[in-house]
């Protein structure tokens, strides 16, 4: 996992967990990969489910938020 996000520049954190883990029941997580953007808060903001690009997505809605404060 550290390779692919060194080869694709992310800067941000990943957590991984497996299927039928405690924490993907208790997120409701019904495909792989899913990505959450958490707040410095821990309000939950975003959520995907895109196996697309995920990255586009991802950005997209960062700089959506950034500018929305």
Not at 31 to 39: A, E, R
Request: positive net charge.
């Amino acid at each position: 996992m550290q390779k692919f996000i060194r080869k694709n520049n992310y800067n941000w954190l990943f957590l991984h967990s497996g299927q039928g883990s405690k924490l993907t029941s208790d997120l409701f997580i019904n495909s792989y990969p899913t990505y959450f953007i958490v707040s410095p808060q821990g309000k939950v903001v975003y959520i995907s489910e895109s196996h697309f690009k995920p990255s586009l997505h991802l950005e997209a809605k960062l700089k959506e938020l950034k500018t929305s404060r």
